[in-house]
């Protein structure tokens, strides 16, 4: 199973909008609604944002989005915080077994 | 509080073993389904292994079948690691399985344990 394909790295401004995208195929991304993103601030435990496409877990902001069209699923941060520079992944259920793929992920640079 | 700990990393030569452990507390482990997942060096995360609440189901990558088990007890989860490579070196961290089966995403995350293969 390869890995699903993310940007190495996005930048954005305090304030502004910024989207990842996670494109997998229409054997995991496109069939299942089964696509989560963390992030991961190195020396952290990675801490889960998003599930299941667009749900967003009790106690995360929702500056935090997610959505998913065709083979591609998208995280975007909105207002962004300094706070908010760190490693995003996006992982999708890849349709064998239970097996779950992870994307390259994604440097997020607030300048 | 909720909280995973990773312990047993260490270096070790090619084709040896390593046995990984993940100490859960402050929920009820025996409800969850568990996770490994790793990150080499400059790399990012690669899903590893998982194993059902009940014991009765376990999957694994391609890239460790054969040569890594995943098993728990009441309130821990290991990871045997046989045959090592260099590219098994990485952080490897254990994580609780979220939603209602416990397969497709994770909730809660330890901050994992490094295992560096080398000679």
């Known amino acids: 199973q390869s890995a699903l394909t993310q940007p190495a790295s996005v930048s954005g401004s305090p304030g502004q909008s910024i989207t990842i995208s996670c494109t997998g195929t229409?054997?995991?991304?496109?069939?299942?609604?089964?696509v989560s993103w963390y992030q991961h601030h190195p020396g952290k435990a990675p801490k889960v944002l998003i599930y299941?496409?667009?749900k967003r877990p009790s106690g995360v902001s929702n500056r935090f989005s997610g959505s998913k069209s065709g083979n591609t699923a998208s995280l975007t941060i909105s207002g962004l915080q300094a706070e908010d520079e760190a490693d995003y992944y996006c992982c999708s259920y890849t349709g064998s077994s239970e097996d779950v793929v992870f994307g390259g992920g994604t440097k997020l640079t607030v300048l | 509080q909720v909280q995973l700990v990773e312990s047993g990393g260490g270096m070790v030569q090619p084709g040896t073993s390593l046995r990984l452990s993940c100490a859960a507390s402050?929920?009820?482990?025996?409800?969850?389904?568990m996770h490994w997942v790793r990150q080499a060096p400059g790399k990012g995360l690669e899903w590893v292994a998982v194993i059902s609440y009940d014991v009765d189901n376990k999957y694994y990558a391609d890239s460790v079948k054969g040569r890594f088990t995943i098993s728990r007890d009441n309130s821990n989860v290991y990871l045997q690691m046989n045959s090592l490579t260099a590219e098994d070196t990485a952080v490897y961290s254990c994580?609780?399985?979220?939603?209602?089966?416990?397969?497709?995403?994770?909730?809660?995350w330890g901050k994992g344990t490094t295992v560096t293969v080398s000679s």
């Open positions: 994580a609780r399985g979220g939603g209602s089966t416990g397969y497709y995403y994770m909730d809660v």
């Open positions: 299941e496409v667009n």
């Open positions: 402050g929920f009820t482990f025996s409800r969850y389904t």
């Open positions: 229409s054997n995991d991304v496109g069939t299942y609604n089964l």
